[in-house]
């Protein structure tokens, strides 16, 4: 697959394919190169999968220009997120060669400070009890309607799925604020 | 939190601000902090719940792409496979009708053609390819649900040279404690009864090996023979072998004195001439005897067995069990309400089920634990119902006072408590509370209470008195084999094999007595000692061993010349001796 191909697919959310194309074609490299400083198989495959979110979420935002190769740019954003979980590792040595423009690495950088955040809202969300979660995924990311939401999770009326999102935000907000200062 | 700053929150986080919203909200935002400040939270905690989606998503794509690609591997596997098994088959029958013809022609004096033909026609080797990719991806040709001949054409395969794969007597295996009373039954109804400390050994544990013959096809098979050592005919009702073994696999034979039970499953158990006979390894087969001679244990130490008294028993309240007189209402008082809960149970228990009779005033009369039970469990058994307090509906059916019966079923542990259950405080409480329950009984003015007793004793014998009746002692362990003399008003003669089929496995069968005889075998000579003259019975011929035997066979009625051997040409060899 080219490489606009894999991220038009992620684009149009067929990405199954231009996925399995990519664990295929640049997980080696990432695994060579977290093996070669003293990683293991799992936390190769921890960094690729961090850098397939950046990837998608990127994507999914819109305008995604990448002047690099796709590999590339996947490629360095394992060795950024290695380096950052093994400070003692030299960061020149372990990011050289990789032929990112200056600016590509820094919006590099960002986003990868950015999903550190967001790795923590996603373990704040994750503490919520299973109906708290499922109410939050249908209205937020599904947009349902709070009435098909009542139906769903058996709760008495429109009214009370409304008032108990309301409180498993809050939770999920007082969950984020604990993790945000532990 | 306001109405407003609610649906405005819900409305950015969903991106459906309307005209107007997004300044409205950016207002709220610089006025209120706090409004602020739970937006940016609210959306980090959607980042969050979006980034946890995105890593299903990757996942689930992954998994997908590694069952995808699996399952292309194993279909490429699946069709190479399919492809070596239609060639290595078309092969070997191409193969196998080229050598046909010389291997059959090569074969001593008397002719032993196995199966049909030996030759093929060349338009049916197509058929055959056919016919085996038809086999292959189980689908029948049209060619082979009109046409006969293809079968013929089957019956001449590698496959079909052995009539029919005789099935393989398994080794069962069981395991028992050797210091209480058990039995066991094979998977076709053989039942090994153990005493108490029957074996020579400390160990407890008991590894006992069964197999069962109980089809002449089975007997056949495994080498087995109905003689006796001075060649006299038997026939028989089934034979056992029954191994046991200690924990480091040392072979284990009875101690003097004691015997096991068995009852064979076959209907010739219930012949009184069938008695037990003992096997001896010869040459060729098994030859029987009916002394035992016990092969003699160089290990045996005499070892003081202390049987065991009473185990742990739990049992669900009794008394406050409902009452059923009916066979039904029993069945449905077992199922339902009686049995012991899972949770109670140990490793080592034993299930039982106990009959029990109430009598009218609500007094146990007599229990019984149903089929055969170690002894200890019966005394313990009996001393625990007897001094359960009154029933408070007892006996009471349908408005009136009578006695019932009723089935429970309990837990029995001999591991458990063992020491405690054996101590005389036990013993000694168990029979004031039965002394005290007599003497309340004797108020009542009960006077069925034998009636009763005997009425759940009867029924209780019913169960095991069959399998008692046709009981067989045996004094060890081995090849046993349930037979009686047969043919003994036959004049019986000798016979001597011709040199022909002296490379031969002969036997001279006949299956409705289950008789099976075999040739005494000396240096280059082998001699059936004694077979019945006049008498139909199959000659039955196996050349070759493992996968490359083949089988004849004919009926005969016995003189003293042996026949000219033509072996008949059928498909199926258990049509014919059957």
């Not at chain 1, 894999?6 to 394919?17: N, Q, W, Y």
């Not at chain 2, 919203?21 to 937006?39: G, V």
């Not at chain 2, 032993?112 to 060349?122: D, F, H, L, V």
Request: hydrophobic share 35%; net charge positive; aromatic share 10%.
């Amino acid at each position: 697959m080219k490489d606009q191909e894999v991220l038009d697919a992620i684009a149009t959310k067929r990405e199954s394919r231009a996925i399995h194309f990519l664990y295929q074609s640049v997980f080696p490299q990432v695994l060579a190169t977290v093996q070669k400083y003293g990683g293991m198989k799992h936390d190769a495959e921890d960094v690729f999968q961090e850098a397939l979110v950046v990837l998608i979420r990127k994507v999914e935002a819109g305008h995604f220009q990448l002047q690099a190769k796709l590999s590339t740019y996947l490629c360095a954003i394992c060795k950024y997120n290695w380096w950052e979980k093994n400070k003692g590792l030299n960061r020149v040595e372990l990011m050289e060669g990789h032929r990112l423009t200056p600016a590509e690495v820094e919006l590099l950088e960002k986003s990868i400070h950015e999903e550190a955040k967001y790795q923590k809202a996603e373990l704040a969300f994750d503490r919520l009890g299973e109906k708290c979660k499922k109410l939050l995924q249908y209205f937020y990311l599904e947009d349902k309607s709070m009435r098909w939401i009542a139906t769903k999770l058996s709760l008495k009326s429109g009214k009370v799925a409304k008032n108990q999102k309301y409180k498993c935000m809050k939770k999920a907000r007082w969950h984020y604020h604990k993790l945000a200062e532990a | 939190m306001k109405e407003e700053h609610q649906y405005l929150l819900d409305a950015f986080l969903q991106q459906n601000l309307r005209e107007g919203e997004e300044a409205r909200l950016k207002e709220l935002c610089s006025a209120d902090s706090n409004f602020k400040k739970e937006l940016e939270e609210a959306e980090l905690i959607l980042k969050g719940m979006k980034r946890k989606a995105i890593k299903k998503r990757i996942q689930k794509s992954r998994k997908g792409g590694v069952k995808g690609r699996t399952s292309k591997i194993i279909a490429i596997g699946l069709l190479s496979l399919a492809v070596l098994i239609l060639l290595s088959r078309y092969l070997l029958q191409e193969e196998r009708t080229e050598k046909k013809v010389p291997t059959e022609q090569a074969a001593p004096t008397i002719d032993i053609t196995t199966q049909g033909s030996p030759t093929i026609p060349k338009e049916t080797k197509h058929k055959t390819l056919i016919d085996t990719i038809s086999k292959v991806f189980r689908r029948k040709t049209s060619e082979q649900i009109t046409s006969k001949k293809v079968e013929v054409v089957d019956s001449l395969s590698r496959e079909k040279s052995i009539p029919f794969k005789p099935k393989k007597i398994r080794t069962q295996q069981f395991s028992i404690h050797q210091f209480s009373q058990q039995s066991i039954v094979g998977e076709q109804g053989t039942k090994v009864q153990f005493p108490a400390g029957a074996f020579a050994t400390k160990s407890d544990s008991i590894r006992i090996e069964l197999e069962e013959y109980y089809d002449l096809k089975d007997m056949l098979f495994a080498d087995l023979s109905t003689q006796t050592i001075d060649g006299s005919i038997l026939q028989s009702g089934g034979m056992i072998k029954v191994e046991a073994f200690d924990r480091t696999g040392r072979k284990l034979q009875l101690k003097e004195g004691k015997s096991v039970g068995i009852n064979f499953s076959s209907s010739e158990q219930q012949n009184s001439e069938m008695k037990i006979y003992y096997g001896n390894d010869s040459e060729e087969t098994i030859e029987w005897e009916q002394k035992a001679t016990s092969k003699k244990d160089s290990l045996r130490k005499e070892i003081s067995v202390r049987p065991l008294f009473h185990g742990g028993i739990y049992y669900k309240d009794v008394d406050k069990q409902p009452i059923y007189s009916t066979t039904k209402k029993l069945e449905t008082t077992l199922n339902e309400n009686m049995r012991y809960q899972k949770q109670w149970r140990n490793k080592n228990d034993i299930e039982a089920k106990i009959l029990y009779s109430v009598g009218e005033f609500g007094f146990v009369q007599g229990a019984y634990i149903i089929g055969e039970s170690p002894t200890w469990a019966d005394s313990l058994v009996q001393k625990l119902f007897m001094s359960l307090p009154r029933f408070e509906e007892a006996g009471v059916h349908k408005g009136e006072k009578r006695a019932v019966r009723m089935v429970l079923t309990m837990a029995l542990n001999p591991q458990q408590e063992k020491q405690y259950y054996s101590s005389n405080e036990w013993n000694e409480f168990y029979d004031l509370k039965i002394k005290r329950r007599n003497a309340e009984q004797k108020q009542a003015g009960v006077k069925e209470r034998r009636r009763f007793l005997d009425q759940s004793r009867a029924s209780f014998q019913e169960g095991s008195g069959a399998m008692e009746k046709y009981r067989r002692n045996s004094e060890r362990l081995g090849w046993i084999n349930l037979d009686s003399p047969c043919y003994r008003e036959t004049e019986v003669i000798a016979l001597k094999l011709p040199d022909s089929l002296l490379d031969y496995k002969v036997r001279l069968v006949e299956p409705n007595r289950k008789v099976i005889l075999a040739p005494v075998r000396s240096s280059k000579k082998a001699e059936f000692k004694k077979v019945p003259e006049g008498i139909e019975m199959f000659l039955f011929v196996q050349k070759g061993e493992g996968v490359n035997r083949s089988y004849a066979w004919q009926k005969w009625k016995i003189d003293r010349q042996f026949p000219e051997i033509r072996f008949q040409n059928k498909p199926d060899f258990s049509g014919t001796i059957d």
